[in-house]
């Protein structure tokens, strides 16, 4: 007896309809997840509403064997806080905020928040040396309605001492709130811990 053979049937998409859902369904999803996304969320830089941010293990963090070198300072100098930095904010003893953050020795400052870019994710500041492997920082950025409008600005002040071995620091914050007046509308205090990033 011969063996049976199942025959499946395949159906082609028509090119039209295969452009019909490319170019009308799926940016319709898209747009749902973007204002899904931003309908609870408002700070650019700034921690999201009531959002219960993951806290990423990172690989790529690692401890570096600084040693101390002369002329201007760098990421290199275990006295300098110039370089890239993996930091955490924490408030009332719960996460605020957890960044990458860049110091520059021009005395700007540059941090990506973990946040949907879609709302927001970057904010810059200056700083300046204020003692012996301490500094103080003046950070920035714009806060948003949910609908994305303007809702005014925040400021951080913060001022962060490194460890001797210059892989780390930790420090304080003030993180303010204004409204689009100008006027303050909240604070929150709290504590900083930075990790520096290298290349091995």
Known sequence: MKGSTNKVTRFAIPNTVRRTITGAILPTIAALVVLLTAASSYADCGPMGGMKFPVVKLPLVAT?????????????????????????????????????????????EFENVNHNPAIGSVCVGVWKQVGVRTVRLHHLGFLFNADGTSA????????????????????T????TYDVNGNLTGEVKGTVAATRITVD
Do not use: C, Q
């Open 173 to 176: 914050f003030t993180f303010s």
């Open 64 to 108: 570096a064997n600084l040693a101390a070198v002369g002329g201007m300072p760098n990421s290199e100098s275990p006295d300098s806080i110039v370089g890239l930095w993996h930091t955490m904010y924490t408030a009332e003893n719960s996460p605020f905020a957890e960044t990458f953050k860049e110091w520059h020795s021009d005395g700007t």
């Open 152 to 171: 005014g600005t925040f400021v951080v002040e913060e001022t962060d001492t490194l460890a001797a071995h210059g892989r780390s620091y930790v420090g």
